[in-house]
């Protein structure tokens, strides 16, 4: 056993927790772990499946008494998103991470913990491993590339389930039940880049944004948190609605469903302009910091001047699609739902710039809990692209999880929760994807809930996980089992 988490409660879930941070397992990159879940359904003489996308399904038997019950699905995804603090040099293809613990919390350190959603694997390896608890059947479903689009859920294929109650142990707030989420697609547009040599006479300036939260682009997208990406946008623009620069290079952010909170752009600018850069640079920065002053207190704009010029720059064209789209592209909550008080309905995340050889490529991650406003949204990315000379693909198109007006483990989830805790647990729906609506949409009839303990700050390097929720959501988990009859 490893010695991290060895004294924490529940030993058996925080055991396979450690076990699982020590393998690498970001979006991709999951042969190491799915391999480890074959392992351990081999050394308990566990039926299990791994299909050619590298998901896993484990499935153990009814104990004495829920022969007859209904199978039921534990699921969750084995990848978690890779962030890290620049100047960490942390290897997400082969380190570990580097667990700590502080007061009731779960850190990993500089970079992302993986509790999202390694816990959920965890729960689910504990429950296989143990001859103490009443279950039903249970089918063990651990998803491949959850993260960047669903595409382990999607290649899944029916027949490896039989089960069709299913839990899903992806959620972030403990006593909060989801029964409906938003569906999404990843816009990719790609403006077209024509380079030039770059004049010996210009000046070549960094401009870097730093400082900022950043977080779950559908969790935390109500919170206004600042998108660097879009920050950069307003200094290009305000420098550019004065002066005519060339753009070098412009990348900001690394995975598209995380608010960025990192952006660099090299200006290449003639000398007498340099004075008015700086000032429209500084400009900027005052009001970011004025209009970010609850949610982003640290926010910064660094900016000097290159020791060596760059070999090339985009033409005054390419410079100017790329500014423009940047600046004109939407991000954030475009509608709230009326249905439910304080639930986002649609949004768009500018998560990733990148500047290419051919091409400046922008990646936005769209979600909305209604099929014709996502929809509307791309429309309105293709529409933004095209005036300026790009093209959008789209990716990753995973379905809403609807509404289940008569759904049985919904009653029983609130009546164990309202018998162990005296009071009602929050039924509500959530702004992100869950692979609940996929599922819905593949197996036909699924009657599924997502619940799970206290995360904080994912998709973040300070990620950071309740150890007290997690106690209690493993007690509360192994309670609806028990009476899933």
Known sequence: MLEMLKDLQPVEVFKYFEKLSQIPRGSGNEKEVSDYLVSFAKEYSLEFVQDSALNVVIKKKATPGYENSPTVVLQGHMDMVCEKNIGNEHDFT?????????????????????????????????????????????????????????????????????????????????????????????????????????????????????????????????????????????????????????????????????????????????????????????????????????????VRVEFEVLPTLPPEMLTKESTNNGVNYLYLVINGVTSMSMDIKGLVESSLNLGVVSTLEDSIEFISSIRSSVRSLKNELL??????????????????????????PTSKIRTIFEDVYAKMYGKKPHITAIHAGLECGLFAEKFGEMDAISFGPNLYDVHTPNEHMSISSVQRTWEYLLEILKNLH
Request: aromatic share 4%; net charge negative; with cysteine.
């Open 379 to 404: 429309n309105r990315l293709v529409v933004t692209a095209k005036l300026n000379g790009g093209t959008v693909v789209t990716e990753s198109v995973y379905p809403e999880w609807a509404y289940n």
């Open 94 to 298: 082969k380190d570990p991470l580097k667990l700590r613990v502080i007061d009731d919390m779960i850190y990993a350190t500089g970079t992302t913990l993986g509790a999202d959603n390694g816990i959920a694997v965890a729960m689910g390896l504990a429950i296989l491993a143990s001859n103490e608890y009443q279950h039903p059947a249970i089918e063990l479903l651990v998803t491949t590339s959850e993260e960047t689009g669903m595409d382990g859920a999607m290649a899944l294929d029916p027949k490896n389930i039989e089960g069709r109650t299913l839990i899903n142990i992806d959620s972030e707030e403990e006593g909060t039940l989801l029964v409906s989420c938003a569906g999404g697609v990843t816009a990719k547009t790609l403006i077209p880049a024509a380079w030039e040599p770059v004049d010996a006479n210009l000046v070549p300036y960094i401009i870097k944004i730093r400082g900022l939260k950043g977080g779950h682009s559908g969790m935390e997208i109500d919170k206004e948190r600042g998108n660097t990406n879009k920050l950069m946008g307003r200094i290009l623009m305000s420098v550019l609605s004065e002066i005519d620069f060339r753009l070098s290079s412009l990348n900001g952010g690394s995975k598209r469903n995380a608010i960025p909170r990192e952006t660099d752009a090299v200006i290449m600018v003639k000398a007498e302009d340099k004075a008015l850069v700086e000032k429209r640079i500084s400009d900027c920065e005052a009001l970011f910091t004025s209009e970010l002053r609850t949610q982003d207190p640290d």
